[in-house]
């Protein structure tokens, strides 16, 4: 039986980040019981299905607000519908601005062992302006209350190209992150998608200009680098056997099931996801089916992410067949000299091809 991920979203948070496009709604005891109690009938209903999983997430939103008891019964809930391996990589989401002490304790007695952390930046002037509310020092102390409670693997946000950032003060944050070494990083740039706060004031917003920002994409990754992470994905770095389980299954193209209003998920060959609403949640209301999933043009693009690419092998054992020939040629040719490199094993995108890489991949995927 294969494993498979289970991604369970937790759509409440305390207040918006003016940059956030995640589905989530202002936090209420009342609906923190209502979700948690529709989240535990949708899961016994996975145990027809006979399903086996090596890794969990709680995504959010900010999961950390449902308190250790009601992530506890859902641990237990998945339990008894889901043959959990031993090992399994089971992470939880938190705001460092919170008293994590108890909440990571019940966490690591019902099983969670991996901490993602929204740091974004080390700096309070940053910080506040991208509407976070907490300090360098409760990051540390949100670490130091983890490693406590036994959960040592703990990841770090990093945001790329928020307002006042710097060569100069992105220094200061990858400084911190060194002094503090967590096992993984997840640095990603800052996309100011509409429906946000920042979306409106887009034009007023002091943020770096596009070849800065290739700089701080490029002098992120050179640093952690050479404090012994290892990029293995365009946006992550982790200490050699950190890197995100659950992440690597939706960039090799498997299967995991997606639980709460907004998730997605693929199971069965099938691709669904939730609607952004937490009231049809709680009503029942089933996720809509999203197309077939799983195939070579999916598979090309989200392979093409990670640092060791598109390889020969994987496309044989995948599909029966190699790489594209027409694939190979686009790969190797002058204008691509930079941006990719092709060999024997196969294609993968140099760290500037990873700046660009929606159009690579584009046309890559357009070779198929």
């Known amino acids: 039986m294969k494993n498979i991920g289970i991604y369970i979203h937790v759509p409440f948070c305390r207040y918006k980040c003016p940059y956030c496009d995640f589905y989530s709604v202002t936090v209420r005891e009342e609906l923190l019981d209502r979700y948690t109690a529709e989240t535990l009938r949708r899961i016994s209903a996975l145990h027809e299905k006979k399903l086996a999983a090596d890794t969990v997430y709680f995504g959010g939103g900010t999961p950390s607000l449902l308190g250790g008891e009601r992530v506890a019964r859902i641990m237990e809930a998945l339990g008894k519908s889901v043959n959990i391996a031993d090992g399994a990589e089971i992470t939880v989401e938190a705001n460092p601005a919170a008293d994590l002490g108890d909440f990571l304790e019940r966490c690591s007695s019902s099983g969670i062992n991996r901490l993602s952390l929204g740091m974004q930046t080390s700096l309070r002037r940053e910080l506040s302006a991208i509407g976070r509310r907490h300090s360098p020092d409760d990051v540390l102390r949100?670490?130091?209350?983890?490693?406590?409670?036994g959960i040592e693997n703990i990841s770090l946000d990093l945001m790329l190209g928020i307002p006042f950032q710097t060569a100069d003060s992105l220094n200061e944050s990858l400084r911190f992150i060194e002094k503090a070494s967590p096992a993984?990083?997840?640095?990603?740039?800052l996309k100011i998608e509409e429906n946000t706060p920042f979306f409106r004031i887009?034009?007023?917003?002091?943020?770096?200009?596009?070849?800065?920002?290739?700089?701080?994409?490029?002098?992120?990754?050179?640093?952690?680098?050479?404090?012994?992470?290892?990029?293995?994905e365009i946006s992550n770095a982790a200490k050699k056997g950190y890197e995100?389980?659950?992440?690597?299954?939706?960039?090799?193209?498997?299967?995991?099931?997606?639980?709460?209003?907004s998730a997605h998920g693929f199971l069965d060959g099938r691709r669904y996801y939730y609607d952004r609403s937490l009231e049809g949640y709680l009503s029942g209301a089933q996720p809509h089916d999203d197309g077939e999933g799983g195939t070579p043009e999916e598979y090309v693009m989200l392979r093409l992410r990670l640092s060791e690419g598109l390889t020969e092998s994987g496309m044989r054992e995948r599909f029966g067949i190699g790489i594209p020939e027409a694939m190979r040629r686009k790969a190797s040719s002058s204008m691509m000299n930079s941006y990719c490199v092709c060999d024997e094993s196969g294609i993968r995108l140099t760290r500037k091809g990873m700046l660009v890489s929606n159009a690579i991949i584009c046309e890559f995927t357009s070779l198929l």
Not at 142 to 149: D, K, N, P, Q
Not at 184 to 189: C, L
Not at 204 to 228: R, W
């Open 142 to 149: 949100a670490m130091e209350r983890a490693t406590g409670a």
């Open 184 to 189: 993984h990083i997840s640095a990603y740039m």
């Open 202 to 232: 887009r034009y007023a917003l002091q943020t770096a200009g596009e070849d800065e920002l290739a700089d701080m994409y490029a002098q992120t990754f050179d640093t952690l680098e050479k404090a012994g992470y290892n990029q293995y």
């Open 244 to 261: 995100s389980r659950h992440n690597l299954k939706y960039w090799n193209c498997e299967e995991y099931v997606g639980i709460g209003p």
